[in-house]
């Protein structure tokens, strides 16, 4: 069964706007943590965002930040102020409790000038 | 900043042949990870590794597949028999201690590719 799912294969924002990356998960263990990804053209991933499960506020990292609602089993993420080098694939990803991290399919981001 | 360091980062290896990927963690890590990346598509977990030995693997990693630390530094894949279906990005990834919000540091790939 798809744990993470990301609905949004692409998509498009003015430079300078902000944009939400949309990532809905499911579990049932209590403990868990949520992680952002980016992978820009030349392949690396590079780590952007983290989210416990018990965290009381959103993770927030510069112009980063996650709207976690626990309830709805959503985690999206917020990119203030696009800039035309934030034009890449983001992947949303789980950690249960002392599992291994699972990854959804990616959203392709591109920032238009 | 320390990083994960892979070699190659590119190969290119004909069908049938046997290739070894490799990786150098960031040298207090203690958790070790495979990836692969079909082209466009999903990063996909293949392969956990702790204290030695493997500690999850997916469906993906099957008896073709192999992981070593040999030397107590390299991390290495080794993929027998490729398939053209093996043709991916290979990503190694290291993880710092137990607690689950530590992220995953990912090396920058190797391409494979298989003729």
């Known amino acids: 069964a798809q744990k993470i799912t990301q609905t949004q294969p692409g998509m498009f924002v003015q430079e300078k706007e902000a944009v939400t990356l949309d990532c809905t998960y499911d579990?049932?263990?209590?403990?868990?943590?949520l992680f952002w990804y980016k992978q820009p053209s030349s392949g690396e991933m590079i780590f952007l965002i983290y989210?416990?499960?018990?965290?009381?506020q959103n993770a927030t990292e510069g112009r980063y930040s996650l709207n976690f609602q626990k309830a709805r089993k959503s985690a999206n993420l917020v990119i203030s102020a696009s800039q035309l080098g934030d034009s890449a694939m983001y992947f949303c990803?789980?950690?249960?409790?002392?599992?291994?991290?699972?990854f959804g399919a990616g959203t392709r981001l591109t920032v238009k000038p | 900043e320390p990083e994960v360091t892979q070699t190659p980062s590119h190969q290119v290896t004909q069908m049938g042949q046997e290739v070894i990927l490799r990786c150098v963690p960031i040298?207090?890590?203690?958790?070790f990870y495979w990836y692969r990346q079909i082209l466009g598509q999903k990063v996909e977990f293949l392969v956990s590794?702790?204290?030695?030995?493997?500690?999850?693997k997916s469906e993906i990693f099957d008896d073709q597949f192999s992981v070593e630390r040999p030397d107590g530094s390299n991390f290495t894949l080794k993929i027998r028999s490729t398939k053209l279906e093996d043709s991916a990005m290979y990503f190694c990834?290291?993880?710092?201690?137990?607690?689950?919000?530590?992220?995953?540091?990912f090396g920058d790939g190797t391409r494979l590719s298989i003729l």
């Open positions: 989210q416990g499960s018990y965290d009381q």
């Open positions: 990834a290291t993880r710092g201690g137990y607690n689950s919000n530590q992220p995953q540091h």
């Open positions: 590794f702790y204290n030695n030995e493997i500690s999850e």
């Open positions: 040298s207090n890590h203690l958790y």
């Open positions: 990803a789980m950690r249960e409790g002392a599992n291994d991290m699972r």
């Open positions: 579990t049932s263990d209590p403990s868990y943590g």
